[in-house]
């Protein structure tokens, strides 16, 4: 939660005592993705008067201010920044209106703008009329076309607007991020009245509003955090030494801890993933089988034919199953036998998907059991290269989702196969008609909307039974049915697929087709 907006609310008028009416002396670089800016009374002969330091460490894995009480600049591979701006006065600081960033106001009407969004956090430096003039950071392209004004957002975040969003809050305090959120989840669930559920809400607000700092253990890393969750080590009402003390607690992780750490955490999550899939599975399973009378119901049908008038729409007839009479919906348009032929077929269809639910719920069972005994091997291991070697026995790491903005799709490598998504319906036909060769194995959800997979085609080999079913389950999480137990995917070479003149935007025509039904999804999968 360093980054977090409620925290800047409160680092900003911190800084704004400190370097408020002080001169902008000098910025430097001297090591890739950190910045040190330096703000002291005036220069002095002698240097006399004390600096005070601001380092922003903008990594794509951690991205940090910290304020230092001395930093020696480096002789050589030290770049000044920002130079024109030298010895201008801070007029003020501030946090911007529901937004992760705050700024340095300076008497020329500039301003540096501290844009802390995660793994495209940087510096920007605006001019008096709010436009781009430089960036520290020129890989991050979009933050040439930001707009100063635009970094307020202002939300009505009223008790009314709550209710308009059916009792949610994410759309009137989007900056509250994972960690409140996982904080006020179990609090909301627990109540049912509206006006309780805000009252709720607000005190957290309260929290995240109050000096009161913690230096906590979360997620088996340092944690920065305005509410008092994991394992609080230190508490501090100071938000400057607060940051310092998470900033050098983090930097001191060595490499052994944070591979440790995402392992654990990504463990955990295929963990949560999998009971949360099982729960569902089984109450899908029971309702299945309560439900599943089907056969029953054309078992009654077949016995009592020559009782049902014809078009029915409903029949009442004896359950010889219960001794009791039931109602039950037939098709006015079929026959007194052609109905119960349809539910003979519903019975069928419910004993193939009874079926593969209990097969699934066998194979995530012992997959549950295996992650949990890696997730406690993990745990006990102390030494980095242990670490890799367990990974690399166990096979932990060998599919590996990329969604770097800069490609054009979603790429998974899975056993050696390389498997492509499409992000939306143009995206998708650009997927199928410019980058899919004739022999790659085209797959989507099928009677729904979803991203068209590619899996690429290896000259002289067939394609792997879990190759396909991988994409299958991709398929399956970027489509409609994500949600959906089991759905049903369309697998056919990519040749059978085309696009007649006038279909809409990631729409086409299937010629011949297989079906595969997998449960959907997204995450890494062992192969």
């Not at 380092?55 to 940090?64: I, Q, V």
Request: proline share 5%; aromatic share 10%; charged share 30%.
């Amino acid at each position: 939660m360093h980054q977090n907006h409620y925290f800047l609310r409160q680092l900003a008028p911190a800084l704004d005592r400190e370097i408020g009416g002080k001169q902008f002396l000098e910025a430097f670089s001297q090591e890739r993705d950190e910045i040190i800016l330096v703000f002291a009374e005036g220069r002095g002969k002698h240097n006399f008067y004390k600096p005070f330091f601001i380092k922003a460490s903008l990594r794509p894995d951690f991205a940090s201010l910290s304020f230092p009480e001395q930093f020696d600049r480096a002789r050589r591979n030290s770049v000044d920044l920002f130079t024109d701006l030298y010895e201008q006065k801070v007029d003020h600081v501030r946090a911007f209106d529901n937004e992760r960033a705050l700024g340095i106001y300076l008497e020329n009407g500039e301003v540096l703008v501290f844009k802390l969004f995660g793994n495209r956090s940087n510096i920007v430096r605006f001019n008096p009329d709010g436009e781009v003039l430089d960036v520290f950071n020129n890989k991050l392209t979009g933050d040439h076309a930001l707009k100063l004004e635009e970094l307020d957002r202002t939300l009505d975040q009223s008790y009314e607007a709550f209710l308009a969003e059916g009792e949610r809050f994410e759309k009137l305090f989007p900056t509250y991020g994972k960690v409140v959120k996982g904080y006020l989840k179990p609090k909301l669930e627990a109540v049912e009245i509206p006006e309780e559920k805000w009252e709720i809400i607000q005190e957290v607000l309260q929290k995240l509003l109050a000096p009161t700092f913690y230096l906590t253990h979360l997620h088996h890393l340092p944690t920065f955090s305005l509410l008092p969750v994991g394992e609080i080590t230190e508490t501090f009402d100071d938000p400057l030494k607060a940051l310092n003390r998470f900033y050098y607690a983090y930097a001191r992780i060595g490499n052994l801890e944070k591979e440790k750490a995402d392992w654990l955490r990504m463990l955990q999550k295929r963990i949560k993933q999998t009971e949360n899939y099982l729960a569902n599975s089984f109450q899908k399973l029971v309702a299945l089988e309560e439900g599943g009378k089907n056969e029953e119901l054309g078992h009654i049908l077949m016995a009592n034919l020559h009782q049902i008038p014809e078009r029915a729409e409903r029949v009442e007839l004896h359950d010889f199953y219960r001794d009791q009479p039931i109602s039950i919906k037939l098709k006015k348009d079929l026959s007194p036998q052609k109905n119960a032929e349809m539910y003979y077929r519903k019975a069928k269809n419910e004993k193939i998907e009874t079926d593969k639910i209990q097969e699934n719920l066998d194979l995530r069972e012992r997959d549950l059991a295996q992650v949990r005994e890696h997730y406690a091997a993990i745990e006990k291991i102390d030494l980095l290269r242990d670490l890799r070697n367990y990974i690399k026995k166990n096979g932990l790491a060998p599919g590996k989702t990329t969604e770097d903005q800069g490609q054009l799709f979603r790429r998974v490598e899975f056993q050696n196969y390389v498997i492509l998504v499409g992000r939306n319906a143009k995206n998708n036909d650009l997927l199928t008609q410019q980058y899919a060769h004739k022999e790659d194995l085209w797959l989507h959800a099928r009677d729904v909307t979803g991203s068209h997979v590619l899996i690429k085609y290896q000259a002289g080999k067939k394609f792997p039974a879990p190759v396909i079913e991988r994409a299958a389950e991709l398929a399956a999480w970027y489509s409609k049915r994500r949600t959906d137990s089991l759905c049903p995917v369309i697998v056919t070479p990519k040749k059978f697929v085309r696009k007649p003149k006038g279909l809409p935007p990631g729409a086409v025509v299937v010629e011949k087709e297989e079906v595969v039904m997998v449960q959907p999804l997204g995450e890494m999968k062992d192969g």
